[in-house]
């Protein structure tokens, strides 16, 4: 069979038979193929066709340490020919315990005990579980509920759907699991567009005394201008939704590092340590999902650590392995452990797959690379050239605005520059998939046009990349977003 042949049968077999994730399978048809990724070198990866294109979006937030690494593929190898599976239900094995172990030396406080999963929605899921039995356990059988940020995505089982916040993904699958509640994110780009009361919220003694809610301080009057205001804002409208749900009610409030769907929203200063405040006053956890932040991203291995907060749990997975191999992992506090240690108590939960053999032995030759080369030091040192690089584009009229820390970054598109004017739905539609997602990927550049929120381009390529990569990923946005902007 020739090369065309070949290729004429990948599209046929995948066209017929593979149900892709989150994909228009209708725009498939004889004049449109199935993009098909066949090499990864580095930064790169390269098509069924031979083209190469610079993988701006690390696989999905994934491939922390590059496409190619041998020493990976070698020790997925070694673990599998020495033991390929045995489950953690009752038994462990070695790679399993010594990834656990080097975890919770990365973790801040006392984040020690690491329950593996195969993916991020699986932590997530994992953590809610163990929210809602920790507190059953410790007399609180009613704490229940989750809350989380408006346009924030946490996975896709209903579970994490229900506490995901986007709207657009939720519907197909409703009902979910009723006791989810969403406050505003931290997107300081569109702080003016907020409105609302005074915040109010229960002081300690207040809440000790049987006291009424109190009001503190009033609302900003400009919540564009200040971002520590902003951001004590934003946190305080977490402390609102426990109140007006009831405290004896909410288990856990998630939250990302920076947020990644409506384009990679930092935390104010001051955030996160408010919402540990707020947490603590009721008895509510605080779980940091670094499904993505996790592992480099943000350049350490945890956002918390970055941000300076300890959270009760911990999800992550991705970058973990640097995709490699499937993992996952919810890590928790010894606080949140403790109950689980007493008597026949169990976590009445698990998964087959649920730190693999094999995928743990990837993890730690991961891990291996992450401090051999400094890729955290690397990501820190030259995340301030990857920043400058992009916010050369603030000179095109269609960008208005960006964000982001690390090596994760979201560019938001606009109709008006100086309005924030953004797009309508039919508008979004047409630019992101009816012109920039195809004209990126034909000028080289894999990265994410995503509308869940304003219209935004992802960035987030692999860790090893420099100011090379930085200057080919703005040189190709620039050509494409002018072509964009002339067409508006």
Same mark, same amino acid.
């Given at each position: ?6 290729? @004429? ?16 399978? *209708? ?103 163990? +929210? ?58 569109? +702080? ?13 003694? @207040? ?23 902003? *951001? ?6 977490? #402390? ?49 999902? #670094? ?27 991705? *970058? ?13 506090? @010894? ?58 584009? $603030? ?16 560019? #938001?598109?606009?109709? @008006? ?27 080289? $550049? ?16 692999? $860790? ?25």
């Amino acid at each position: 069979m020739d090369q065309r042949e070949d290729y @004429d049968q990948l599209q046929k077999a995948g066209k017929e038979h593979l149900w892709m994730h989150f994909s228009r399978h *209708g725009i498939y048809d004889d004049d449109h193929d199935i993009p098909v990724i066949v090499k990864g070198e580095g930064a790169y990866i390269w098509d069924s066709r031979g083209k190469r294109y610079l993988d701006g979006l690390a696989g999905l937030f994934v491939v922390q340490a590059g496409h190619g690494r041998q020493e990976l593929a070698e020790a997925a190898a070694k673990q599998a020919s020495e033991l390929a599976f045995f489950p953690l239900w009752t038994f462990a094995h070695p790679t399993a315990i010594a990834l656990a172990e080097r975890i919770a030396s990365y973790t801040p406080g006392d984040l020690n005990r690491v329950f593996f999963t195969t993916g991020g929605g699986e932590a997530v899921e994992t953590a809610w579980k163990a +929210a809602k039995q920790y507190f059953k356990l410790t007399g609180k059988p009613t704490k229940t509920k989750v809350i989380s940020r408006q346009v924030a995505y946490h996975g896709t089982t209903h579970g994490a759907l229900s506490i995901t916040g986007i709207p657009a993904l939720k519907e197909p699958f409703e009902p979910l699991v009723p006791t989810t509640v969403h406050v505003p994110n931290t997107n300081f780009y569109r +702080a003016d567009e907020h409105d609302g009361p005074a915040v109010t919220s229960w002081f300690a003694d @207040d809440r000790a005394s049987g006291g009424e809610a109190v009001a503190e301080a009033d609302r900003p009057a400009n919540l564009g201008s200040d971002l520590e205001a902003f *951001g004590r804002w934003a946190a305080d409208q977490i #402390e609102e939704a426990i109140i007006k749900e009831g405290p004896d009610t909410v288990a856990a409030v998630f939250l990302e590092p920076v947020q990644n769907a409506g384009g990679c929203f930092p935390p104010p200063p001051g955030y996160f340590q408010r919402v540990r405040e707020i947490c603590d006053r009721h008895d509510v956890l605080l779980v940091s999902d #670094e499904v993505i932040c996790a592992f480099g991203r943000l350049g350490d291995m945890f956002g918390a650590n970055r941000y300076e907060y300890v959270p009760d749990m911990i999800t992550c997975a991705k *970058g973990l392995t640097s995709g490699y191999s499937p993992l996952g992992a919810m890590i928790a506090s @010894d606080r949140v452990m403790e109950p689980f240690l007493q008597g026949s108590t169990s976590f009445v939960h698990g998964y087959t797959f649920g730190g693999h053999p094999v995928s743990t032995a990837v993890a730690m030759a991961n891990l291996d690379i992450f401090e051999r080369e400094k890729l955290n030091e690397h990501v820190r040192e030259n995340e301030g050239a990857f920043r400058s690089t992009l916010e050369k584009l $603030l000179d095109l009229d269609i960008v208005g605005d960006v964000r982001g820390d690390g090596f994760f970054y979201g560019i #938001e598109l606009v109709k @008006d520059q100086a309005t924030k004017e953004t797009f309508n739905d039919a508008e979004s539609e047409k630019l992101l998939r009816g012109f920039l997602s195809k004209a990126l990927w034909d000028n080289g $550049l894999y990265c994410r046009a995503d509308d869940r929120g304003d219209p935004v381009i992802q960035i987030s390529p692999p $860790l090893v990349v420099d100011q090379t990569q930085f200057d080919e990923i703005e040189q190709i946005l620039r050509s494409v977003l002018t072509d964009a902007q002339n067409q508006l």
